[in-house]
């Protein structure tokens, strides 16, 4: 049974600094990988989508990697603003369905 | 090109009354996925409905139903509502691929008195 984790389940920093979110999952066999971002109360945006035989992606200062075989994904966010204080979650899917991390909830101080 | 909508935004209900939700996906997309978020359980499947079949169902109780029409506009019912029902139910369309993006909508917000 596939199962994901994210880690930290908190990050706050100071406005500018680069920073790295993690998220592991348990069966290497998947589709692909998306990472979202949630403000408080609303839905899901998807920022980045991993497809299995891809490394990485970038979009702007976001740049998500995916290393199947250790079971990993990172998200990179450069120079990072108060407007990126979100939660953050990373979802894999599977054969049917999207199986999710409980998120890392972001705060940049300015 | 317009996103997925969901109507209504907001909805409260008691105990053992029932409640739909309806999504409207990006124009194009042919499969609908609903989720339940809470605060304990965080997200998790409901199902998917591809062109007006259900293609994938999570492990939920019967009380969870849904059906897409032709225009694959898509409702979730939710019967006999228990205050555990209580949560942020979003829909997702995608075209339809099991490698595609899913564009989720802004949620219903449910609760459950």
């Known amino acids: 049974k596939q199962e994901v984790t994210q880690i930290p389940a908190a990050l706050s920093v100071p406005e500018g600094e680069n920073l790295v979110l993690n998220c592991s999952f348990t069966d290497s066999a998947i589709y692909n990988l998306q990472w979202f971002r949630q403000d408080p109360g609303k839905g899901l945006t998807s920022l980045l989508l991993?497809?299995?035989s891809q490394r990485e992606q970038t979009s702007g200062r976001l740049n998500a990697s995916l290393d199947k075989s250790s079971g990993r994904s990172t998200l990179y966010i450069a120079a990072s603003q108060p407007g990126d204080s979100a939660t953050y979650l990373c979802?894999?899917?599977?054969?049917?369905?999207?199986?999710w991390g409980a998120g890392t909830k972001l705060i940049i101080k300015p | 090109k317009a996103g997925v909508t969901q109507t209504p935004r907001y909805l409260i209900k008691t105990r053992g009354q029932q409640v739909t939700l309806s999504c409207s996906p990006i124009s194009g997309h042919r499969s609908v996925s609903w989720y339940q978020q809470t605060p304990g359980q965080g997200l998790q499947f409901l199902f998917e409905y591809f062109s007006e079949t259900q293609r994938n169902k999570g492990n939920f109780p019967g009380r969870f139903s849904g059906r897409q029409f032709s225009n694959s506009r898509s409702e979730m019912n939710v019967s006999t509502l228990e205050l555990g029902d209580s949560a942020l139910y979003l829909c997702?369309?995608?075209?339809?691929?099991?490698?595609?993006?899913?564009?989720f909508g802004p949620g219903t917000r449910l609760t459950v008195l």
């Open positions: 991993i497809q299995s």
């Open positions: 979802a894999v899917k599977g054969n049917y369905q999207l199986i």
């Open positions: 997702a369309s995608s075209l339809g691929r099991y490698d595609d993006t899913q564009y």
